[in-house]
């Protein structure tokens, strides 16, 4: 997933959906997200406006790959 943090999506992260509803909690327009950060020894939870969240196609090992390499790995766009 692309997260959009700012309002006009100019900042942007990788992220995987944890969550695609948080009605449970009176938000169920909002979804989480997981933001792990390179060498995978810690991450983010975040809550996010589901609106601000856009899915990619891609494998999700190669952008977990992408994301703790620090950027340096590529990612290949799934065939569909």
């Known amino acids: 997933m692309l997260v959009s943090l700012s309002a006009d999506g100019a ?7 944890t969550s695609d ?3 449970s909690l009176g938000v169920a327009d909002h979804v989480t997200v997981y933001m792990p950060q ?3 020894f ?6 996010v406006p589901a ?8 494998d999700a090992a190669d952008v977990l790959a ?6 340096v790995t590529q990612v290949d766009r799934k065939n569909g």
């Open 11 to 17: 900042v942007r992260v990788l992220a995987f959906l």
């Open 21 to 23: 509803s948080l009605a």
């Open 38 to 40: 390179s060498y995978g």
């Open 42 to 47: 810690a991450g983010h939870i975040l809550v």
């Open 51 to 58: 609106a601000r969240v856009q899915r990619i196609e891609a």
């Open 66 to 71: 992408f994301i703790l390499s620090g950027g």
